[in-house]
């Protein structure tokens, strides 16, 4: 019996075993394949109900026809409006003269504080507008779609709508890196809100590009040798915006190596390229002042 089975085994295979075992295997393989997920799902930011972000806000603000702070130098977390602290810098203006406003974003890690010293926009604005400068929540901004940092954004325009005279036609939004990822992610999100932002070494491949449909005015600031985020990636969001907003061929460079797009009037587009690395060019201050008309 254990000869005639060894015998089985040595047999010589049939010249039609080997062609029936592929085609079985070949079978088996195609209907083990998984079918075509298809395209994933858009996954925007979602604002709440009746926030700042959906609803607007109307002026005269509440802010105008309060005694509101005086001018000067606030910590967020002294004033109960952030844990996280940040700094408020309120201009000398007369009682119930609207003033611009402008929020700026950190880098990773770095406190609002610290970014206000950096970016020094204060003097190129001749501060003339509401800066307010948040700190992270969880220590770097988040772009999700229950974004913490956007909602305390939100809930900061409503403090400063409650108590300082502002105008809600003239809201601005700057970031630098990480900072600078989250504008550009609220300038895609919710751009109704803002009459333009600024994005310093940004990029805008680290959310769903597909949530961007309406215009803002935008301005690029990006280092030509910047490691960290590289050129490309600022210049695929910059060229992301000029579709958005409809603009087509740039001017020639000025001194500083910036350009404005031929745009629609409402929504500008200008960039600027820089012999640097990561981090704030000089020049930055006066270019962004003067694109926010501060």
């Known amino acids: 019996m254990l000869s005639s089975v060894l015998e089985g085994r040595n047999r010589p295979e049939s010249p039609i075993v080997r062609p029936l075992l592929l085609a079985t295997l070949l079978l088996g393989a195609c209907a083990s394949s998984p079918p075509d997920p298809g395209p994933s799902p858009v996954v925007c930011y979602a604002p709440r109900d009746g926030g700042v972000f959906l609803g607007g806000l109307v002026a005269p603000v509440p802010g ?35 003033v611009p406003v402008v929020f700026g974003f950190a880098g990773a890690g770095t406190p609002g504080a610290s970014f206000r010293a950096s970016l020094a926009l204060e003097d190129a604005a001749d501060a003339g507008a509401v800066f307010i400068y948040p700190t992270a929540v969880q220590g770097t901004w988040d772009i999700g779609p229950s974004s913490l940092d956007a909602r305390r954004v939100e809930t900061l325009l409503g403090f400063l709508a409650a108590s300082q005279c502002i105008d809600p036609a003239r809201m601005y939004i700057v970031g630098f890196s990480a900072g600078a990822v989250f504008t550009l992610y609220l300038g895609c999100n919710v751009p109704g809100t803002f009459r333009g932002m600024a994005a310093i070494a940004g990029t805008e491949s680290r959310f769903d590009r597909r949530c961007c449909t309406d215009p803002i005015p935008a301005l690029f600031i990006h280092g030509t040798n910047d490691q960290a985020i590289p050129l490309n990636e600022g210049l695929s969001a910059r060229r992301e915006v000029l579709d958005r907003d409809g603009c087509t061929t740039p001017s020639a460079p000025d001194e500083s190596g910036c350009v404005d797009f031929a745009c629609p009037a409402s929504a500008p587009v200008s960039s600027c390229e820089w012999d640097g690395g990561h981090e704030i060019p000089p020049f930055a201050a006066p270019e962004i002042a003067d694109f926010f008309s501060l």
């Open 64 to 98: 105008c026809s309060a005694p509101g702070l005086d001018a000067g130098v606030y910590d967020l977390a002294d004033l109960g409006w952030s844990r996280q602290g940040g700094v408020l810098v309120v201009p000398p203006s007369p009682q119930g003269q609207a």
